[in-house]
Nanobody
Framework: QVQLVESGGGLVQPGGSLRLSCEAS????????IAWFRQAPGKEREGVSC????????HYGDSVKGRFTTSRDNAKNTAYLQMNALKPEDTAVYYC??????????????????WGQGTQVTVSS
């Protein structure tokens, strides 16, 4: 059974950092691009990042470029999202999702075929 489980969310002050994990089961992570999305109250779902399975190329939404970094550890079947210089506007539920392609094509379209339950990130002073 395909499953994605996010962890690592929590409360952090502006300027702080968090590292989110996305542990996959039921499939081989190395064969899929893994995407991160977020959704905040009153806002539409936003694509945060994606990491390709072909060459580990990474892609980021404009609002997080230069602050967030996504990576993967295929041996652990886990993807990561390192979030630095966090801002209050980063507050959202963060979801990882399996891309249907190897090159983040679904992420660009705002879609994934399997999703985790989400982890809450709150940035507040």
């Amino acid at each position: 059974q395909v499953q994605l489980v996010e962890s690592g969310g929590g409360l952090v002050q502006p300027g702080g950092s968090l590292r989110l994990s996305c542990e996959a089961s039921g499939f081989t992570l190395a064969h899929y691009a893994i995407a991160w999305f977020r959704q905040a109250p009153g806002k539409e779902r936003e694509g945060v990042s994606c990491i390709s399975s072909v060459d580990n190329r990474t892609h980021y939404g404009d609002s997080v470029k230069g602050r967030f970094t996504t990576s993967r550890d295929n041996a652990k079947n886990t993807a990561y999202l390192q979030m630095n210089a966090l801002k209050p506007e980063d507050t959202a539920v963060y979801y990882c999702a399996r891309d249907t392609t190897a090159r983040c094509s679904s992420w660009y379209r705002g879609w994934g075929d399997y999703w985790g339950q989400g982890t809450q990130v709150t940035v507040s002073s």
